[in-house]
């Protein structure tokens, strides 16, 4: 029963200088504010959102802030970033404290977010899946090795690219299964280069949406081993590929933070390895791909847990029931 719409940046290539991005967050914001007044304002968290964050507090319209990690995300994908850090964070922290309501996805984080100052009511509405999309009947439509285990997201520092490309290296990495790599960013050239030297890591670049779930429901496992690059065993993680994995009915195989990790042994839906441990992975994934009716059983709770608990029409709910009690 709600209208929701989308002010996202546009650009037209696929790496974008600095100040193309600085313009695109401008010109965004514009269109926002041109757009007329809306009933609540939902903010997926940046530095740069503080113009749209003023301009509708001033205007009389609820702001809510969303928050899926603290400010060592972005100095760890843009580290010369770090020399105006005070900045950065300084609007980073001014949003979160005059914003009416703030939605973080661990729990872990409402203690970080009490800390940065706000006294707003905090809720914990973690991340989830379109489990129409992503689902065990999708079909891949590229080609594809016959087993494999598959990573897809930001090929950044913090998500544990070099770890997953040291575990391929691995001698206990089964030799019958395949990497495949789905995706973008300042890590890709690491990867290029071991998909040159090793022919079982197959590197798919950048891809539509649309043809992930298939990707992922051929896989043996979902991997997502990130690191501590950014300080994630304080905030913990809920990355939105977990749930996507989970849906797909295979096991994910997760590095060892509070949240994702707390989910998967709960659920018994994957493996949690310890972080920057190439050797705990490889095993983990020799594990799935030898493990006959577990894998499928683990990935069949995955599939259950997110249908139940985690599908997005769950969170929608969640996130609408949230923003009434700020319209009170």
């Not at 503080?50 to 580290?79: K, M």
């Not at 997760?254 to 920057?276: H, I, K, N, Q, S």
């Amino acid at each position: 029963g709600c209208s929701v719409e989308i002010f996202e940046p546009a650009y037209r290539e696929d790496h974008p200088a600095i100040l193309t991005r600085l313009l695109a967050f401008l010109t965004v914001q514009w269109r926002l504010i041109r757009q007329g007044k809306p009933d609540v304002l939902y903010i997926r968290w940046h530095f740069a959102t503080i113009l749209a964050a003023l301009w509708f507090r001033l205007r009389g319209v609820p702001v809510v802030q969303e928050v899926n990690g603290h400010y060592e995300d972005l100095f760890s994908v843009w580290p010369a970033a770090r020399r105006i850090g005070w900045l950065f964070i300084g609007l980073s922290r001014w949003q979160l404290r005059i914003a009416d309501g703030v939605v973080v996805v661990t729990t872990q984080l409402v203690d970080w977010a009490r800390r940065q100052g706000v006294s707003a009511p905090v809720e914990v509405i973690s991340n989830g899946a379109n489990t129409e999309l992503f689902s065990p009947a999708a079909v891949a439509s590229v080609e594809l090795p016959l087993r494999y285990v598959v990573f897809f997201g930001a090929l950044s520092p913090w998500q544990g690219i070099s770890m997953l490309l040291a575990s391929k290296a691995h001698p206990s990495w089964p030799s019958d299964v395949a990497l495949v790599v789905v995706g973008d960013g300042s890590d890709r050239a690491c990867v290029e280069a071991a998909a040159a030297a090793d022919n079982a890591i197959h590197y798919l670049g950048r891809r539509p949406q649309q043809q992930l779930p298939g990707i992922v429901a051929g896989s043996l496992a979902g991997l997502i081993p990130k690191s501590n690059a950014a300080g994630h065993d304080e905030t913990g993680l809920m990355p939105l590929k977990l749930f996507e994995i989970l849906a797909c009915g295979v096991p994910a195989i997760v590095t060892d933070f509070p949240g994702m990790a707390d989910l998967v042994r709960a659920g018994d839906c994957g493996c949690v390895v310890p972080v920057e441990s190439p050797a705990a992975l490889a095993a983990a994934i020799a594990e799935c791909a030898d493990g006959g009716e577990l894998a499928q059983a683990r990935g069949a709770r995955g599939r259950a847990l997110v249908e139940q608990e985690h599908s997005w029409d769950a969170r929608a709910a969640a996130t609408l029931a949230f923003m009434k009690r700020l319209q009170a």
